[in-house]
């Protein structure tokens, strides 16, 4: 990758990281309406030049996208939530099975934490879907920006 664009790819992870972590949430609200919109204008277009079906099946898309994304996105959290709930409380359980007195403290750490963390997650998302959101994005907000300025340290080397 050339200097150039290491520095705009940098630059641009740094921009998206401070977005996550400002909108939260919102990124998704703003990222459906985009799509939505997108989608509405691309049907027009194929109606315009007289492809009734693909315009009818986009502008539908379009619409349904801007006006039920976020109920499809909770939907579909509610269900990765009780999902991840079930394979934690398994993993637990199945954990509980071993002969836990012939393991190190160390790996009775690496056995439980795993699915309890897990558990406490699915748990987090299940009851407070906004909040564990908002943190997602934080973090994920986090992990651009780290990696912006990385490529901006590669840059200047």
Do not use: H
Not at 2 to 8: A, C, G, H, Q, Y
Not at 89 to 115: C, E, F, H, I, W
């Amino acid at each position: 990758m050339k200097f150039n664009d290491k520095l705009i790819t940098a630059i641009a992870a740094i921009v998206v990281g401070v977005l996550f972590i400002a909108l939260k949430g919102d990124v998704l609200s703003i990222a459906f309406t985009v799509l939505g919109a997108a989608l509405i204008v691309m049907g027009i277009l194929d109606a315009a030049k007289k492809d009734s079906k693909s315009g009818t099946v986009k502008i539908v898309a379009g619409l349904v996208t801007v006006l039920l994304g976020w109920t499809l996105v909770s939907i579909t959290l509610y269900i990765v939530a009780a999902l991840m709930i079930l394979y934690c409380l398994m993993n637990l359980v199945s954990s509980l099975k071993t002969d836990g007195y012939s393991m190190s403290t160390v790996q009775k750490l690496r056995t439980y934490a795993k699915p309890v963390i897990g558990l406490a997650a699915g748990i987090c998302l299940l009851l407070n879907q906004g909040g564990t959101v908002s943190w997602v994005f934080i973090f994920t907000g986090i992990v651009f920006i780290a990696e912006g300025i990385m490529m901006l340290a590669e840059c200047k080397k």
